[in-house]
């Protein structure tokens, strides 16, 4: 499921990225790799702010929507 | 002997603050030869006095996606500085250590600084030193530049590290990528080694890079087809194996790697999934309901305290100072020295009346600078950019234009700069073209100036009505342009939020001062020879001769060529016209021309004498339209400047410069015209 189908502040694992590639890099950059636990710490009209390794990042809607989790 | 120290970290590790506390004042702001990314260079004076210190741009990661990962990689791979310090936020260890492998995997000689170790602390993070450097391999100094704890150390251990470097004993790194991937590396050694012992290269990193697949590297160092072939069917080998591409092979090699040194070496009290308090704060600030008021407070606070009683305090002073004891002084001496007249025309009509009248807005201009400094050490600028995100995709920007658009209000040219955080070049067009939309600190003395002599009731509101003027301009030619000549996708919108932090005073002011002297030393400089030129072009006429009436000199002449064009906005006066034109070099010089153009060398109790003086030019139509002239038109050279350097194209350039000027025109005219048809004069 994508990830903005997550609970606000339910745990989940980042199974794939279907972004852009420049987009995937960046995430992969900041830990969102395929196995990765994720959580949503905050949502506001779509827009997430994620715990990602235990720090915060900002993803917008159009980027959530496409990244793929696994409930755990 | 002198050592190079470069320091390398994520953008919020406190990477400046570090750099601050071991340079002291001892540094130099330069730019990277050929682009405008930030340089600092400094001297480690308060602790060894020849080590040279050089902050790197703040980075993610070495791959080479942006302008900062190539500085930072170019600059370590060529100009090989003695030891890298790597400052790592500790309270954010696991992400920050991902740069860590990477500067590692160079192999250059590496110091590790868990920096913000006290915020570790006080979450009851506890993480085992000893264990992190035999992990690593590295050394590892706890420390916190907030705190100015352990920065001698830092600087110590790195020179041991460079000493030890010196001496040709480099330990053999261990493996950090997994067996398979370090496998097929050693074969693609084999390959790069030949070529690469003769040419003294760093065999062991190019073949890392040429397996990760980075293009780069690959242009950088001519590698041969043949080996690009043999490459290719390891690439194959290890996407087949890993059934994933390589990029996300890597990452995910590296993070796995982490995360087994972190199970060895930290243990937190909260784990990684509790909420601390500054995810608390979150819940409140990036609330759906509560975000927009409180964000829309935020900003009206700011502008109420920048422009309102505490602004105008500040310049009253300011103002007082010039005319009593700067001027009368001056005058007094020249008096008393005998000199000729026209010399002390030029001081105190041109170089005082000039300089005074913009410098009365440091302080005020100051504050700004002030409150956008603790917006962005806080940690709210980042929430602030995902706030308005949404907003912004409206407009066919992202929450990242909120950066360089919010700096626009300081000064056009970092905001401007600012804009290369954006990665699709079209959003960063739309951005620089509104960015200077929003009316940048050296326009307020021109504001002040009206609305004092216009406005004396609401001061306030009419100068708040500007700035908000500028930011719908700015709205609807986001919606005109997104839809003409600027089509497309807004780029997606991934922001590290750095956790909220309570800002040192030291911090701030360093952000302000640096600001400040910016300013100030521009005053001194363009805006006093602007003063000067402007002086003698009104006293004199096209054969040299000093004139009785300014309109009879050179700048009368031209400011009369030019007149006509604001005609139909209401200020068709030279003066006005010059005013408009020495705009460009400097906002500021707006005021300082009129205040030279209406001979206000005389001194007086106040500069805002002028405001008196210009009561016989304009009416409060007229000024209000020249005010809204004044915040949409053409931005000053350093900015025009700064566009042309990020745009990288003259035809954007003048675009957007030409769009900026023409949407002046047109809604000054429209508010003189308007303002008329309801009976204004």
């Not at chain 2, 992190?132 to 590295?138: S, W």
Request: glycine share 8%.
């Amino acid at each position: 499921m994508p990830l903005t189908m997550v609970p606000l502040g339910k745990e989940a694992i980042v199974n794939v990225c279907n972004a852009k590639e420049a987009t995937k890099k960046f995430l992969e950059t900041l830990g969102i790799t395929p196995g990765a636990s994720i959580c949503v710490i905050s949502e506001m009209g779509g827009n997430l702010i994620v715990n990602i390794k235990g720090a915060r990042v900002a993803i917008n809607r159009g980027v959530a929507q496409q990244l793929m989790v696994e409930a755990c | 002997m002198t050592y190079t120290f470069a320091l390398v970290g994520n953008p919020n590790s406190g990477k400046t603050t570090m750099f601050n506390e071991i340079t002291g004042a001892a540094q130099h702001v330069g730019n990277w030869p050929g682009v405008t990314v930030e340089k600092k260079e400094g001297k480690a004076r308060k602790i060894k006095e020849d080590v040279k210190i050089i902050d790197l741009p703040g980075i993610y990661s070495l791959s080479p996606y942006s302008l900062e990962e190539i500085i930072a990689r170019d600059y370590i791979v060529d100009e090989k500085p003695d030891v890298v310090i790597n400052i790592v936020d500790a309270s954010n260890i696991e992400r920050n250590l991902y740069l860590t492998l990477q500067l590692k995997e160079l192999g250059v000689p590496l110091v590790l600084v868990l920096n913000m170790i006290d915020v570790a602390d006080a979450r009851k993070d506890r993480i085992d030193i000893n264990e992190l450097e035999k992990y690593l391999g590295i050394p590892v100094i706890p420390a916190s530049a907030s705190k100015n704890s352990g920065v001698r150390e830092v600087v110590e251990k790195a020179l041991v590290v460079a000493e030890t470097a010196k001496t040709g004993f480099v330990k053999k790194d261990h493996k950090v990528l997994d067996d398979i991937i370090e496998g097929y590396l050693d074969e693609v050694e084999k390959l790069i080694s030949p070529i690469g012992n003769a040419k003294g290269w760093n065999s062991r990193w190019i073949s890392l890079k040429l397996l990760e697949g980075d293009e780069k590297v690959k242009e950088k160092y001519h590698i041969p087809t043949n080996i690009i072939k043999d490459l290719k069917s390891f690439q194959e080998k290890l996407e087949k194996h890993y059934e994933n591409d390589l990029e996300t092979v890597f990452a995910d090699s590296r993070y796995k790697y982490i995360s087994r040194v972190i199970e060895k070496t930290v243990k937190k009290q909260l784990g990684n999934s509790g909420l601390t308090w500054s995810d608390k704060v979150d819940r409140i600030v990036t609330n759906r309901i509560l975000a927009i008021p409180l964000f829309l407070s935020i900003m009206y606070a700011i502008f109420q305290i920048t422009f309102g009683a505490i602004g105008s305090f500040t310049i009253d002073w300011v103002d007082g100072f010039m005319s009593d004891a700067v001027a009368g002084t001056l005058l007094r001496w020249l008096e008393a020295g005998g000199v000729a007249e026209w010399l002390r025309a030029l001081v105190i009509d041109g170089i005082v009346a000039g300089l005074g009248s913009m410098l009365v807005f440091v302080p005020q201009i100051m504050l700004l600078f002030f409150f956008l400094a603790l917006l962005e050490d806080t940690g709210y600028m980042a929430r602030a950019a995902f706030i308005m995100d949404r907003f912004l995709r409206k407009l066919g920007l992202s929450g990242k234009s909120f950066i360089p658009m919010l700096l626009g209000f300081g000064c056009g040219v970092p905001a401007v700069m600012a804009s290369r955080t954006l990665e699709s070049e079209k959003d960063r067009r739309l951005t620089i073209i509104l960015t200077p939309f929003m009316s940048c600190g050296a326009k307020l003395p021109v504001y002040a100036l009206f609305a004092a002599a216009f406005f004396s009731n609401n001061q306030g509101a009419i100068i708040f009505s500007i700035y908000v003027l500028g930011i719908v301009i700015a709205i609807l030619s986001g919606i005109l342009l997104k839809n003409s000549i600027l089509k497309g996708e807004v780029a997606p919108f991934v922001m590290e939020l750095p956790p909220y932090r309570i800002p040192t005073l030291k911090g701030l002011g360093i952000h302000m001062a640096e600001r400040g002297m910016a300013f100030i030393k521009k005053a001194g400089t363009i805006i006093f020879a602007a003063a000067v030129m402007i002086w003698f072009l009104q006293s004199f006429d096209f054969s040299v001769q000093m004139v009785e009436d300014p309109a009879d000199s050179i700048l009368g002449a031209m400011g009369k060529a030019i007149a006509p064009i604001f005609a139909p906005l209401g200020f068709g006066d030279w003066k006005s016209a010059v005013a408009l034109l020495t705009g460009l070099i400097a906002k500021e010089v707006v005021v300082a021309t009129l205040g030279i153009l209406y001979g206000l060398g005389e001194v007086g109790e106040e500069v805002t004498q002028l405001g008196v003086a210009l009561q016989t030019a304009f009416t409060p139509l007229k000024a209000y339209a020249f005010m809204a002239f004044t915040v949409l038109y053409m931005p000053c050279i350093a900015a025009f400047g700064a566009i042309k350097r990020e745009m990288n194209s003259w035809k954007w350039t003048f675009i957007a410069v030409g769009y900026q000027t023409g949407i002046a025109w047109i809604v000054a005219f429209l508010i003189y015209q308007i303002g008329r048809l309801f009976g204004l004069s």
